[in-house]
């Protein structure tokens, strides 16, 4: 089944101060664009020639080597798009919680975030640690793949490339960080941590 690319268009408005229209109209062709090489990527793996795989080269061989880019490229932007919103809301007390507890404070969590964000290019997710519970913050670099940790829900996607931020910033990420992190859409997180929760749940009912 082909990929759709979502609307993101309510964002020109929610965002505006923080974000362009110029600058998010920008960013949803890049995106778009993710979510074309992935369907092209899923259409030539339907047909290329497994038998010819090999560490070289091969078709098969080159587009599984390729997919992931396309597919994190589809699905980071998604849920960054959708954890933007209208600048105000608080946090949900939880998560607010354990993301605190992650750093020993709310305020540590957030300057290891910015900390992040200026160590690389690439993406800082805020994500659910499936494999040791809690909140755990993380640095994917290179071309969306890298660094990217098993296992884990994301609760909030950072894009800390350029292309989020340079036409309203140019070289100042900073501003942009902090303009973003009073652009975080509250509700969308609150529900990736309720489901994050409902999983846990889970998983003590069926081990108990």
Same mark, same amino acid.
């Given at each position: 089944?082909a990929?759709?690319?979502?609307d993101?268009?309510?964002?020109?408005?929610?965002c505006?101060?923080?974000?362009?229209e110029?600058q998010?109209?920008?960013?949803?062709?890049?995106?778009?664009?993710?979510?074309?090489k992935?369907?092209?990527?899923?259409e030539?793996?339907a047909?290329a020639?497994?038998?010819?795989?090999?560490?070289s080269y +091969?078709?098969? %061989?080159e =587009?599984?080597?390729? #997919?992931p880019?396309?597919y994190n490229g589809?699905?980071l932007?998604e /849920?960054?798009?959708?954890n933007?919103?209208?600048?105000?809301g608080e946090?949900?007390?939880p998560?607010?919680?354990?993301?605190?507890?992650?750093?020993?404070?709310w305020?540590?969590?957030?300057?290891?975030?910015?900390?992040m964000a200026?160590?690389a290019h690439?993406?800082?997710l805020?994500?659910?640690?499936?494999?040791?519970? +809690?909140?755990r %913050?993380? =640095?994917?670099?290179s #071309?969306?793949?890298?660094?990217?940790?098993?296992n884990?829900t994301? /609760?909030i996607a950072i894009d800390c490339w350029?292309?989020a931020y340079?036409?309203?910033?140019q070289t100042?990420?900073?501003?942009?960080?902090?303009?973003?992190?009073?652009?975080?859409h509250?509700p969308?997180v609150a529900?990736?941590w309720?489901?994050?929760?409902?999983?846990?749940?889970?998983i003590?009912?069926v081990g108990?």
């Amino acid at each position: 089944m082909a990929h759709e690319p979502k609307d993101y268009r309510r964002l020109v408005g929610e965002c505006r101060g923080f974000l362009s229209e110029t600058q998010l109209e920008a960013h949803f062709e890049l995106y778009e664009g993710y979510v074309k090489k992935l369907n092209e990527i899923e259409e030539g793996l339907a047909q290329a020639d497994r038998e010819s795989a090999n560490y070289s080269y +091969g078709e098969y %061989s080159e =587009l599984r080597r390729r #997919e992931p880019v396309a597919y994190n490229g589809t699905v980071l932007h998604e /849920l960054y798009f959708e954890n933007l919103g209208a600048a105000g809301g608080e946090p949900p007390a939880p998560f607010r919680a354990a993301f605190a507890q992650s750093c020993g404070s709310w305020e540590d969590a957030i300057a290891d975030v910015k900390a992040m964000a200026a160590s690389a290019h690439g993406w800082v997710l805020v994500a659910h640690d499936g494999n040791f519970g +809690g909140v755990r %913050s993380h =640095l994917v670099q290179s #071309e969306h793949h890298v660094g990217l940790l098993p296992n884990q829900t994301i /609760l909030i996607a950072i894009d800390c490339w350029e292309h989020a931020y340079f036409a309203d910033y140019q070289t100042k990420k900073t501003a942009y960080l902090d303009g973003l992190l009073k652009h975080i859409h509250w509700p969308a997180v609150a529900a990736r941590w309720a489901r994050c929760e409902a999983l846990e749940r889970e998983i003590a009912h069926v081990g108990a």
